[in-house]
């Protein structure tokens, strides 16, 4: 039993105006998932992210990503490109389709997929017969992936991106929401992202079209009849109405919930800065990061095992930079596109509690951990 309390890496924080929706739900009587908080919620998110996009709420996501790749009628034996370092649920969905992911490793700037090596994999792919269908790109911890880059490759080669947001809500590039890039992109508003509705997700498309196809599909795909007629596969992924009003709460306090992570990675950098070895993920020009999580790199695995064991001690919660998909041994025999950046920072790399609600005291038993092992 620890005597101390624990911090956590990114623990839900509530506004206050949450319980406000819930209550218009339950006097409604909507206990469902459907009624005025769920197209509530969808236009807070449309008027937040400008760019004339429509917003499909969904129970994860996972299942944004799903619907996504069904959308783009993504389908057995098809090959998908998949950023290798990220967490398992921007890949697993390629799986759901009976689809190949295809792993491509990251660059340095941003940590997310380098887009070299994304061309180099698209015309190998291409060269053995196999045209990649789609691909996936993450703004890993909230920073930007090369957007440029990697939508100029995937205009030329004309394959769609799926553009998984799920830690980048409120980031942006060239000044425009990340969650606006892609031909479909996704959200996600699991316990620990920036902003949570316990769990949600969300699907973004330019057309309305597709938003109603994204609900038709998420709600079992019920035919217009009387009789429940079925002529498409559905899904029951539809995001509840509950759930929705903790989101148009939550949506209230996003931009305060940014600054004050946005703030951690300050506070990180200034009270780090004494320790030469300890690295930071700068913005590169026009990217904007939420900070959803700040991250550092050591000098050492051994290190950073050190370091995190005693956080651990210290009942703080840290976590390695996510193990990367080629490592994971589900993924053993996909094709593989590495250079060995996610390795290295996947072994060197630390994420530190980066919640809105830490206290200045939790930052104090944070930076003590550091002095402890690099003073
Ligand atoms: C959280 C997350 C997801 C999945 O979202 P859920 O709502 O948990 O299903 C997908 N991709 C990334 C990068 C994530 O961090």
Redesign the pocket.
């Known amino acids: 039993m620890h005597t101390k309390t624990k911090i956590w890496l990114s623990h839900p924080h509530m506004f206050g105006k949450e319980q406000r929706f819930i209550d218009v739900a339950f006097r409604e009587n909507f206990i469902a998932p459907c009624g005025s908080n769920i197209s509530g919620f969808e236009a807070d998110l449309e008027h937040y992210l400008k760019q004339d996009c429509f917003v499909a709420v969904l129970n ?3 299942a944004a ?1 799903h619907l996504a790749l069904i959308l783009l009628g993504i389908g057995k034996n098809d090959e998908v490109i998949c950023q290798s370092n ?2 398992i ?2 890949v697993n969905p390629v799986i759901y389709q009976g689809a190949t992911p295809v792993l491509v490793d990251s660059e340095t700037d941003t940590w997310n997929m380098c887009p070299e090596l994304l061309e180099i994999a698209i015309k190998d792919r291409i060269s053995k017969g196999k045209k990649p269908k789609a691909i996936i790109a ?1 703004h890993l911890y909230g920073m930007p992936y090369k957007v440029e880059e990697i939508n100029s490759i995937a205009e030329k080669y004309e394959i769609p991106v799926v553009e ?1 947001s ?2 980048a809500l409120g980031s942006s590039y060239k000044n425009q929401k990340c969650g606006t890039f892609g031909d479909l992109s996704i959200l ?1 508003f ?1 316990g620990n ?1 920036i902003i949570t509705t316990s ?3 969300a699907l973004i498309t330019k057309h309305k079209a597709l938003k109603e196809k994204a609900i038709f599909l998420s709600t079992q795909a019920k035919d217009k009849s009387v009789d429940y007629l079925h002529s498409n596969i559905g899904y029951n992924y539809r995001m509840s109405n509950i759930s929705a009003g903790i989101g148009r709460g939550q949506m209230l306090a996003l931009d305060k919930y940014i600054n004050t992570r946005r703030q951690n990675y300050s506070l990180y950098k200034e009270r780090l800065k004494e320790f030469d070895s300890i690295r930071f993920l700068d913005e590169p020009k026009h990217h904007f990061s939420n900070r959803w999580l700040t991250c550092v790199l050591t000098e050492s695995f051994s290190k950073r095992e050190e370091l995190r064991t005693f956080f651990e001690k210290e009942n703080i919660e840290t976590r390695p930079l996510w193990k990367p998909m080629h490592q994971q041994p589900i993924f053993k025999d996909v094709p593989k596109y590495i250079n060995g950046i996610s390795d290295e920072l996947h072994n060197k790399g630390l994420c530190l509690p980066s919640g809105s609600n830490l206290t200045e005291n939790d930052f104090d038993r944070i930076i003590h951990c550091f002095t402890e092992i690099y003073g």
């Open positions: 994860s996501g996972t990503i990220t967490f649920a921007s993450v998984d799920a830690e996600s699991n992202k769990g949600g997700g």
